[in-house]
Structure formats: structure tokens, C-alpha cells
């Protein structure tokens, strides 16, 4: 088989193995867990980053396509492909992978047990890889499941206080919603002309207005409902700020940088192009939830006193942003989107890795008792955390900038269905929530800033100043760091990558 | 089937191989125990196992020869078909691991061990008769022959109150229960003037539906209904589980109700298959009180055995979710259906066998036999604490488990029915799977995040550590190649289309 057509499935394959390899380590040796977990993880950024250079971007589309059967009867085949709409996810899912392999070289939180912890964490680097690049329904839906229960182990057993109910509501929370979209991926194959799951065929149903309006609007609610859980949109993420909370440092990365999108990347890859006239039915709606989510978001930020939560509510508001955009159902929107995916999950993790480490070395979340000065006390650990937190609130020429204002500008001009359908003045009203939603934004995270960075330090961290940024996490970090700077002058970086796909997606709408 | 030989005088010795191998090591048992003394007692097991093995190679043999035919014997009593191969090898199957199970067992436990593999075996040959039946005396005459060496296994802690209990409320119901299935077949008989399966479709067809029919078309189902513990015949399930030897639940919680749902699959598919339009929403509504009450008292039990009782009622209900969409005219879906419900009796026999498997190898050392035990079974015995954790999570539904296509059918096949009550069960299934999951993940939970109140590993034993393994590494294998069996359920539903 030439590289063309195993390259994506060796991709995904080496973290399974690598996980299988981790978890058969000998208890005596479990160290050489951490280096093992390390070279799978950097051979599949390798192998990712090749994927990527080896993409012809003069052809565009979909490329790397394999395709077996798989359950034959049922129709259910092993296709996977990639193109401009996936490539950075995939990209970044290998990428915070190997920077947590680092990262665990510093740190693992209690009990230990680097053989467990780093084996499930590849098992979760699978799941997430393959949801990127699986075009069979059901086969997107098994990645898709496959990250709950690396994930629940994650939460449960190395996490904060309350980790058993976060980590039982997290799996309890994300399966009822798949279940549902399985069920709307069964409904679709069987009203399809020719039943199928293959994902490129649908679209060519969808496009071509095979399905039945009535029949939309139902499959299009239980896709709605799986991945409106998994963004997750309010008013469905209460289960967010629990186990993002509860969860280690690790979790918490891999879960804002890389889980979330699942959902968001749902919606672009299925249910908009899939279902497309129910799509403009339900834009408005996913419009007015996204905008309360920025401002929920920020208002809830507003009320944290842990540092942590405060993080994971700031995603909230800021996958409400992306939602904006996809609900724009406009080219623009949905590139904007694929941006603050990206975005965000550069930001958000580094921020989540900052927050382990303050805790590791403060030995607290809790903005009150970290007390101001930290600027004096780990200079460098607070100059990183003040740029990642300017980033995130969306200072032009950091990355967090363009997906949120893209996102408002492609909502100001949604499209052209929607405007027939009346709901333009909507739209607008929307924008102008939204933009007081990044005021808010900047609000809270300059006061937490103002809060933990600035100022005299107490007493205590005077007198023993807890230890700076250690080498391991400089290297953890610096690709973040330099990703961070480099997407705020150079957005092009990511919409070269997505533009054409995104605009052949979306030709069902607007024409 | 006219070409087969409907002389019920007709003997095909090599179609009833599989079964006259299984009977003759179940009476070698019988007279080699009396010869054996003390400790060496427990030798029987090996002749059952070689019984056993040999039925399997028989029934092999069987499959090479029959291609994409048939063979009878007794007329058309008894059919040897690709369906019903596809379930004898499936209960062979699990009485090799059922011996497995017993062995160190029972040689622990001492008494009766020649009378409980005896029991055990005549059990199997029912189950085995069951598939082929293509008659309703010789479904009877199965049905009984699984159930009543159950009602003496289910009693044998002798000791045990609640064994005893659990007998008695197995025997009662079981009782019952063939009573008035016996009356339905009856009234069936009256009407249709036959008894075999397909000849009672065909005059179901044409003649009149008279309001006793009806009725015995339900008293039938009813029958069928307590074998596999549906509600509201389930009572019996907890209290018969709990008391009985944990071999011998493992037993009535796979293989037994494998064979009732064969049954019921035999008679509403093929025999009532025209009055599909009244037995099917029954069984739809039955699928969602049996699934939700199943899962709702498994949420409240403290004890394994009961919940995994509680579960596998649960798991029941789901399985009748492809009954309840079946219709008089749509030979696809019906034959839809019918896969649906062979491809989760795969699945479900081997995931919940592993989890009994597991439970066996705990109760060892704790037979308190309390989810509290497993606190920590993680850090004691990681092996098996993985392994169990792979059956409870695959029982659930997670991929990628084999547990997960077991839903997928009868999801399929609800979604695929297109009607507003296929769309009811399958939102019943779904709310149900995360009801489960909870109970399931709380084992789980205490098994890796709880602190252990005892330190010493669990140490299972060779036999049964390799039938936990080995259905480990099956369940997640099947994961990957349930394409095996779709295929080979699309042969079998020719009896669907009679």
C-alpha cells in the first residue's frame, strides 16, 4: 500500500499502539513510560506534520482518501481522508499531544502512575485524531466515543476533590447526546436515495436536496443535541466548568484544546453540509445560544474566584464565538471558526498548563490567596501567563484576535438564506451583543490580571519565592508561545489552509 | 422446505450428531461418577468438556456439509439450517466456558457434582433441540428440558436460604409459565390444525382472526416471556441469580436466555409471522418497561450478582426492541429485525459471560459478592480489574467494545422501521444506555479510584483466568470483526421468510 493511502491510517494507528506499548511497560520501570509515551508522541507529530507537507495544495479537496469495508451489511465502511477543514485540527490534536508528553516529564499530578496516565492519554490522542479524519458516519462516531472513557479515567483518577462527579458527569453528559446523533446518523443513512454513510456521498444528497425538510429538522436536532454537548453551547455546558476544573493539567489541555472542537467540527463537517435547509432553520438559534454563551460566559468569568474555572468558563464564551461563526452558515463565518477552533486551542491549553502550574507551585487556584505580585515573586511565569491572557481576550496581533472578529463581521452580513428569511436584524442585534461580549472579555481577564500579576506579593511568596519556569516547561510551552504571536499577524497561516475546502463545504448555501 | 423428507419416522443420525454427543457424555457422567471416589470426582468435568468439544466439531462438520441448504429429522420437527447452527455453536460456546467456570467450583463445593454436570449438559441439548425446532411439541419438549434442569440448579446450595428461595420462585414462575404457554400452542392447534411453524403461517395467513387466537398468540409469547425475564415475568431473575452458584447464574443469564429468545424468535417470525401487527407492539412495550425497570433497580443494588441480574433484565428489553418493529409485510426489515436480535445474543453472550467470569474469580476470595469488595481491585489485581472493566463498559455500549454494535443494530433497526414507535424505542434505548452506564461506571469507579480495604491480589486460577482473558481479548476482537456474523445472520434469516 503506497503512502498516499496508509499515510493517515499509520498516523492514527501509532498513538493505539503506542498506548497498547505504554501500558505493558514493567511496574518496576515505570519511567521508561514517560520516554516511550514521548517518542510515540513525537513520531506521530512527525508523521502528522508529513501529512501536512505532503498535502498538493494545488489540487485542494480531499487527499490521503482510504476506503475499506467494513461491516459490510450494514453498510459501514473504514473511509478516512483529509482536507483543509481538518488538517489543522489533526495538526494541533498531534502537537498538544507531544507537548503534554513533555509536560509529563515535569509533572503528573496524584497518585503518579505515569504508565496509566500517559497510555490513556495516547488512547485519548486516537479518539481525537480520528474524529478529524474519519468520512464514514459511524466510523466518525466510534472516534468520537472512543475519547469518554480515556477521558473519565483522566478526570476520575487524577483529579481535583470532586473528580468522581466530574468525571461521571462528563461521561454521562457527552453519551446521552452521541447516542442521539447516532440515531440521526442511522436516520440519514436510511432516508438517503442509495443508503450510505459515507460522508461525501451525503453531502451530495444534501446539496442536491434528496432529504425531506420534515425529515431534516429531526435528524438535524439529534446532531444538534451530540454536538451542541460536546462544544459545548450553553445552555448544555454545565458539565464543562466541573471537569475542566476537576481535571490534571493534561486533561484540561487536551479536553479545551482538542475535545471541544469535536463538536464544532461536527457541525462543519456534518450536520451543516449534510442537512443544509434545516440548517438555515435552526442558524438562528444556534446564533441567540452562541451570543448568550459569550456573555454568560464572560459574566460567569466574572464571578470566579478560582483561576482554573475562570479559565474554563472563558471557554464558554469563546466557543460561543465559534458558534457565531458557523451560524453565519457565510464562507467568512465558518473560516473564522476553523480560526478561534485553532485559536483556542492554542491559547486555552497554554493557559490550562499555566493554571497546573500555578497550582503546582503556589499550591493554590484561588485568585484571593495567590494575592497579587506575581510579576515580582516568578517573573517569567507571570509575563507568560499576562501574554496568553491578552491573547485571549482578543488584542489585535495576538492569535486570539481574528476568530472573534471575523466571526462578528461574518455575522453582520450572514447568508443570503437567512437574510431572506428575514432574520438580518437579528444578526445585527447579535453583533452588537457579541462585541460587548469581548468588552467583558477584556474586563475579566484584565482584573484577574490585575489581581494575580499585579501589585506586592504577600508575605509568604516574598519569603519563599516559589520556583520560576523550569527548562521542561519552556519547552513544553515555547511552540504555543511562539503559535500565540505568530496567528496574530499572520492569520493567513490558517485560512490558506482552510479557505478553498471551506468555500466548496459551504456552496450548499448562498448560491 | 418440500424437499426435505416430512416422514416423522425419518432419523438423520449425522443432523442430531451434536446433540447425541452431548447425551451420551452427560450419561458416561452419570455412571463414571459412581465409580470415582472423593477428590476425583471432579475428573467429570473433562468428559463433559470432551462431550462437548465433540458436539462443536459435529456441528462444524454440519455447516461444511449443509452449504446454504438444510437437513431434517422427525418430518420437520427438527431442522439443522445455517440459523440454527449459528446458535448451537453459540451455546456449545458458552458451555465450554460454563465448565471452565464450574470446574475449580464445584470440586471446591463437593457435593453433587456428577448430578450438576448432568443437569447441566441435559440443559444444553434443550437449547440445542430449541434452534432446530421447527414444531411447536418439539418446542415444547426443548423449552422444558432447558428449564427444569435449571430449576434443580438454581437449588443447589442447598444450605443457602436464599437459594432455596430463589429455586422455589424459579420453579413456581417457570411452571406457570409453561402452563399457559402450553395452553396457547394448544388453542394455536385447534385453530390452525397443525403444529408445525411454517403450516401455522400459512393458515395464519388466510383464516380469521378470532379473539382466542389472539389470546394464544399472546399465552405463547407469555411462555417465552419468562425465560428471558422480560417484565413483567422477570421476578424470579434477582432472587434466582443471587442464590444460585455463580457458574450456574452465568448459565441462566446467557445461555438459558439465549434459548428462550430463540424460541420466541422461532415462533413470532416464523409461525405468527402474519399477525406480526398484534404481537409486535406488545413486545415494543414490553422491550421499554423491561429495559427501564431492568435499569432502574440495577441502579439501587449494592450487590454484584443483582445488579448484573438487574442488567441483564435491562439488556432483555433492548433485545425485544427488534420484535417490537416487526410488521406482517416487510420481509427486509423483519429479516432486518431478526439480525438485530442474533448479532446482540453474540455480543451480549460474550460480555456477559466475561462479567460473570470476573465475578466468579472475585467471589473467591470475598464471596460477600458486594460492589464495595471490588474497592481497589485495580491496585490488587490489575489484570482482571481491566478486564472486567472492558466487559462492564462493553455491556454499556462503548466502542470500541463489541457492545456497541450489539446497540447499533437495534438502534438500526428501530430507526429503520420509520414509524413514530420505532422512534419511541429508540429514545427509550437511549435513555436507557445512560441510566446503565451509571451503575456500570460505578463498579468501575470503585474498582480504580477507590482506596482497597484488602491488599492481597485476587488469584483466579488457571481455567478461569484464561476464560477471562480469553473473552477480554473476544470482546474487543469482535469489536473490529462483528462482519463475520452479519454475514452469516443474513444467511439465517431464510427462516425468516419461512
Redesign the interface.
Known sequence: MSWEQSAITITVALPLVGAAAVALVPRRNEDYAKVLALLVSIGGFALSLAILVGYDWSERGLQYVASVP?????GISYTVAIDGISLPLFVLSYLLTFLCAVYSFHHIEEPGRPKAFLSLMLLLQAGMAGTFIAFDL?LF??FW??V??PM??MI??WGGPN??YA??KF??YT??GS??M??AF??V??AAPERTFDLVALQQYGAAGEFAIGFQRLAFLGMFLGLAIKVPMWPFHTWLPDAHTEAPTVGSVLLAGILLKMGTYGFVRIALPVLPDAAVEYAPLIAVLAVIAIIYGALACLAQSDLKRLIAFSSVGHMGFVMLGIATLTPLGINAAIFGMVAHGIITGMLFFLAGTIKERYHTREIAALGGGMLKTTPRLGAVLGLVAIASLGLPGLAGFWGEILALLAAFNPAPELVAAGWLTLYRVLVVFGAVGTVLTAGYFLWMMQRVLMGEPPERWVAAPPEDVSPIEWGAWAPLLVLTVALGPLPFLVTAITDADVTSIMSAFGA | MTDLASDPTTVDLFALAPELSVVVAALLILLVELALTGERKRYVNLIGLVGVVAALAFTVALWADIGDGARAAFGNAFVVDAYALLFKGLFLSVALFVLLLSYRYFSEFRTYQGEYYVLLLGSFVGMMLMVSARDLVMLFVALELVSIPGFVMAGLRKFDLRSNEGALKFFVMGVLSAAILLFGMSVVYGVTGTTDLAGIAVALETGERLPLLLAAVLFVIVGFGFKISAVPFHFWAPDTYQGSPVPVTAFLSVASKAAGFAGLLQVTFVAFAPLADVWAPVLGVLAILTMSLGNLLALQQTNVVRLLAYSSIAHAGYMLVPFGVATATDAALNSDAF?AVLIYLIAYAVMNSGAFAAVTAVTRSQPSRLVADYAGLGRRSPGLAAALSIFL?SLGG???LVG??AK??V??VA??A?TAFGLVL??A???N??VA??YY?AVV?TM??DEPTVEEPVAPGKALGFAVGGLAVLTVVLFLG??VF??V??VSTLVASG
Open positions: 467494513w461491516i459490510e451489511p450494514a459511524i462516531f466510534v466515543e472512543l469518554l472513557v473519565y479515567f476520575g483518577i473528580r468522581q468525571a461521571i461521561f454521562l453519551l446521552f447516542v442521539f447516532l440515531v442511522l436516520a443513512y436510511f | 439480525r463498559l462503548v466502542p470500541p456497541i454494535w447499533f443494530f438502534f438500526s430507526v429503520e420509520g429508540a429514545a434505548v437511549v435513555l444506555t445512560v452506564m451509571f461506571l469507579r480504580w479510584m462483528i462482519g452479519t454475514d445472520a443474513g
